[in-house]
């Protein structure tokens, strides 16, 4: 494509951007992109490796390497750059995320780990073991000599790993422990690596491991900087201790242009290693220059007032963002429901959900319920209410297996097998068949030019497909039925070639994991469904109403949201001033486009700990309703 001048340069598939994104792309260093909710954090990002690959500024051979913390960010993020330039220029965005990146550097170049942290066969264990480390730590106290005894009775199982470990640089070359958090490490890592047992790595490990290699072969190093001049990294606010040393001692240096995008007032991972000062520290090591984001697309402006009110208690100098969206309901944007008894509470929600969609036009997926913890027990508490005014919840943190509905639903095997099934269920489906299409060539290794082999898949896809669709329309829906085509879809797709194609299913149980939680829930699906459009429905929350806990909601948005359980006995966990607890709460709200209610519940308990929270919205001017 003709070389476009930088100054000419027109955002792709957008009309504009603010004047502080534009100053942020067009900034020849890295940078900190401050961007709170609803400023399009995924499209900045989209639309800068755009600019820099249609400029030629990444010219090729180099690549632009973006970092996500979810696999379905990753994607979302790599689809919109194919969406924005044409495929030669796509083709050199690399949108991974921090574990699948660290791990594809361990696999490649595993023989180059220094040898005494060399694992035979790595396998990564995401669901590492709370309990376990409890054990492990209470040993390794009483295994350690008497003057660090005290300094490890002080460590958290909770977040040993991700602090203490995560922090921590292996030597290249073995030494002895010079201090408790040392003599533990040592002891941690022999867990990790026993001779004569299959290595069990968990996805900091690997991280360190990763670190390690680079620092022991610079070689390597080189080799990495030199493919990727550029390095994004979203949910910046979110990177561990761990992470950000993989990212200092792979990229630091100065030849490396790294833009970190984010949002400190949405820093919720405290509890998981996030470090309190990655900003700072990204500021610090690499010179980024900071760029706050003004204009907030997602919510009403009544809204971003009251968000604004929060924001300053999280930051007294947070700037006032500017709302871009207009307000499209009457009334209050915002109010706290006050209720008795809980058997109130959920008939007024349900009822009021009901009118307010007949009333505005509204599907129920344009609403959320948001909790702080235990999920279960609210659906269990709203299932029937809701039910009597024909309204299903959709719990997406519910428990299947080993994650979570809504890890299942974001994994990529899971929205392949549902793509097939959809087009087993119908004809016309097209954008189920350019996901399978695409991703059986993946899976068959077809490579793009590969024109005979490429048509060779697509007769083969077609055929099992018509035969798919052929017994699925004369089979009525089952538990039994659904294993039967279960296993026939995922014996044509090859759980071998997807072990192979996927980073993140070729070592570890996770394969196990997400054909265990996608068969709990088809088999559940098809339970009583009337046909396999309704099962489908019902697998993907076709007209339900999402419920989700505040971390799980992070990066969503709907019209509506509803926060149940605003009280002492959910936020038990609250102090007042902790800064992630208020940040938590942000979150909620900024979920909102249109409106937000907060719920409380007297027979609940008390609010006398999270009374800061309240005091936030009355100082927002946010009613409170006796219901």
Not at 130 to 156: C, H, K, M, V
Not at 177 to 192: D, K, V
Not at 376 to 397: K, Q, T, V, W
Not at 463 to 469: E, G, M, P, T
Request: charged letters at 20%; a neutral charge.
């Amino acid at each position: 494509m003709p070389l476009v001048r930088p100054d000419d340069w027109r955002p792709r598939g957008i009309d504009d951007l603010e004047p502080a994104a534009w100053n942020a792309l067009r900034h020849g260093g890295s940078a900190c992109v401050v961007a709170g909710p609803g400023a399009g954090k995924t499209e900045f990002l989209a639309q800068r490796a755009v600019y820099l690959l249609e400029n030629r500024i990444c010219h090729a051979p180099h690549r632009v390497l973006a970092i996500s913390f979810k696999t379905d960010a990753a994607s979302n993020l790599a689809a919109r750059v194919r969406q924005r330039c044409p495929p030669e220029l796509a083709n050199r965005f690399v949108s991974l995320t921090f574990d699948s990146f660290c791990k594809s550097l361990v696999d490649r170049f595993l023989n180059a780990v220094p040898a005494d942290c060399r694992p035979p066969d790595p396998m990564t264990s995401p669901f590492p073991s709370g309990g376990r480390s409890i054990s492990f730590l209470t040993l390794a106290r009483l295994n350690a000599p008497q003057e660090w005894q005290a300094d490890i009775a002080a460590f958290s199982a909770t977040d040993f790993e991700a602090r203490v470990v995560g922090g921590y640089r292996l030597p290249l070359a073995p030494q002895a422990p010079q201090s408790a958090a040392e003599f533990t490490i040592a002891r941690w890592w022999a867990t990790q690596l026993r001779p004569g047992h299959p290595s069990s790595l968990t996805f900091v490990s690997i991280n360190r491991l990763a670190e390690l290699l680079l620092r022991a072969n610079p070689h390597i190093r080189n080799a990495l900087v030199a493919t990727y001049p550029f390095v994004f990294v979203d949910e910046f606010q979110d990177t561990t201790f761990a992470q950000y040393d993989f990212l200092l001692s792979a990229f630091s240096g100065g030849q490396t242009i790294v833009t970190g995008v984010g949002d400190d007032k949405q820093r919720i991972m405290i509890f998981a290693g996030a470090r309190r000062d990655a900003f700072q520290r990204l500021e610090a090591d690499f010179g980024a220059a900071r760029f706050p984001l003004l204009f907030n697309f997602r919510s009403s402006p009544d809204l971003v007032a009251i968000q604004h009110v929060v924001a300053r208690a999280l930051d007294p100098n947070a700037a006032q963002t500017v709302a871009r969206a207009a307000r499209q309901v009457d009334g209050d944007v915002a109010q706290v429901w006050r209720s008795q008894t809980k058997a109130a509470e959920a008939a007024h929600l349900a009822q009021w959900l009901a009118n307010d969609m007949g009333t505005r036009g509204r599907s129920p997926r344009d609403y959320a319920l948001l909790v702080k913890q235990k999920s279960d027990d609210y659906e269990h508490e709203l299932a029937s209410p809701f039910a009597a005014h024909g309204l299903r919840i959709r719990n997406e943190s519910h428990a299947l297996g080993k994650t979570s509905l809504q890890d299942l639903l974001s994994d990529d095997l899971c929205r392949l097998a549902i793509a097939m099934f959809r087009l087993g269920a119908t004809r016309r489906a097209p954008a189920a068949w350019q996901l399978v299409s695409s991703k059986v060539l993946a899976l068959r290794a077809v490579v793009a030019d590969d024109d005979i082999g490429a048509a060779k898949v697509e007769a083969d896809l077609t055929a099992f497909l018509a035969a798919l669709r052929a017994d699925m329309a004369a089979t009525a829906p089952s538990r039994n039925s659904a294993a039967d085509f279960a296993t026939r879809v995922f014996e044509y797709l090859d759980l071998a070639a997807i072990a192979r194609t996927y980073t993140e299913y070729g070592v570890g149980d996770l394969l196990q994991i997400i054909l265990e939680a996608f068969c709990l829930h088809f088999f559940a699906s098809a339970d009583g469904a009337a046909d396999w459009t309704a099962c489908l429905d019902a697998f993907e929350g076709v007209n339900q109403i999402p419920m989700m806990t505040v971390h799980k909601s992070k990066g969503l948005e709907y019209d509506t949201i509803v926060f149940v359980g605003l009280d002492d006995q959910a936020w038990w966990a609250h102090v007042p001033g902790d800064p992630e607890g208020v940040a938590a709460f942000f979150v909620a709200l900024s979920r909102a486009k249109q409106r937000a209610i907060f719920a409380f519940c007297q027979e609940r308990g008390a609010r006398n700990n999270v009374a800061e929270l309240y005091q936030l919205l009355t100082d927002a001017g946010v009613p409170e309703i006796a219901i």
